[in-house]
């Protein structure tokens, strides 16, 4: 097979790496090329930059999945809150409950520390009646008619 000859650059930029390659090939052979690798770092700058990029993404997936753990947990105590303040309301009703009952047993428990409560409560307890009143019984009307 025959190979053709390459074209000549036609473009600026094509001249140019040609001009580039052909100063490379001269500082091998004159020796600066070992010289120069000598003095540079270990790493290239493109190595750089894929180190760099894989370091974000690991920072970028590690968020996603603290991210993923907030949401799921959030999602797990919503209804445990909601069905807390439901128990919280109930509770409070029963306590309103309980307070207005306090109050009632505070005031039966003082009319009966005085001597009037301590005569009404002989008289409904031990059937008895103090000379000047009269003991009066309701019968319903059906037994009456009989």
């Known amino acids: 097979m025959n190979a053709l000859p390459s074209p000549a650059p036609s473009s600026r930029r094509a001249r140019r790496q040609s001009s580039l390659a052909a100063q490379r090939a001269k500082r091998l052979a004159e020796g600066e090329a070992i010289k120069s690798l000598a003095a540079r770092p270990v790493q290239p700058e493109a190595r750089l930059a ?16 603290l991210i993923g753990t ?46 009037e409560g301590a005569q009404r409560v002989a008289q409904q307890q031990g ?20």
């Open 50 to 65: 894929s180190t760099k990029l894989w370091e974000s993404g690991m920072v970028l997936g590690v968020n996603v999945v």
């Open 70 to 115: 907030a949401i799921t947990t959030l999602m797990h105590l919503v209804p445990f809150q909601l069905a807390q303040q439901t128990k919280l309301k109930e509770i409070r009703a029963e306590e309103s409950n309980l307070a207005k009952d306090v109050q009632m047993l505070k005031q039966s428990y003082e009319l009966n520390q005085s001597s």
């Open 127 to 146: 059937n008895l009646i103090p000379p000047n009143q009269v003991n009066v019984i309701v019968m319903p009307p059906s037994s009456v008619q009989q």
